[in-house]
């Protein structure tokens, strides 16, 4: 499965410890270079810019042929949107409402954050998974207050 991946997702699985679960559901997931640079960015948490300092062997920098400047997301959004097209990915990992809907008016398969982090929990602690809501959250999650946005 050919995946590619904006800043969020990665970060808020770093910030509840359990990024390796993309290896283990994807394989390889791909970023471009302006989503690296937003993960080591100074203005990030610490966790996340230790850990993007040192990239996993699964995570795979590639940057876009071309980016549409035309496309109303941030940079590193754009630039995943971008590549997730060229490459014709199978899943793009994004979180963003804007960004989903206009990688959807493209055509590209997306996975938000609360996706994300359900899988996570619940490939390693399933037993804390709570109904809550129409959508499954888990505890520690619910602790980080992230919302989809």
């Known amino acids: 499965m050919l ?8 970060s808020y699985l770093i910030l509840i410890e359990e990024v390796e679960v993309l290896p283990k559901l994807y394989g390889r997931v ?10 080591q960015s100074q203005a990030g948490p610490g966790p996340v810019r ?5 990239p ?5 920098v590639k940057a876009p042929v071309a980016l549409d400047m035309t496309l109303a997301v941030d940079e590193g959004q754009r630039a995943a949107i971008c590549l997730a097209s060229e490459l014709k990915a199978d899943q793009l990992l994004m979180d963003d409402r804007a960004g989903r809907e206009v990688a959807a008016r493209m055509g590209i398969s997306t ?8 899988q996570a929990i619940a490939h390693r602690h399933p037993k804390w998974l709570v109904e809550e809501r129409p ?3 888990c505890l520690p999650i619910w602790r980080t207050r992230f919302q989809d946005g």
Do not use: F, H, M
């Open 3 to 10: 995946v590619v991946a904006d800043t969020s997702p990665i």
């Open 30 to 39: 791909l970023i471009p270079p302006q989503v690296l640079a937003e993960l």
């Open 50 to 54: 230790a850990w993007a300092s040192n």
């Open 56 to 60: 996993q062997e699964w995570l795979e």
């Open 111 to 118: 996975a938000g954050r609360r996706c994300q982090k359900t």
């Open 135 to 137: 959508y499954y959250c």
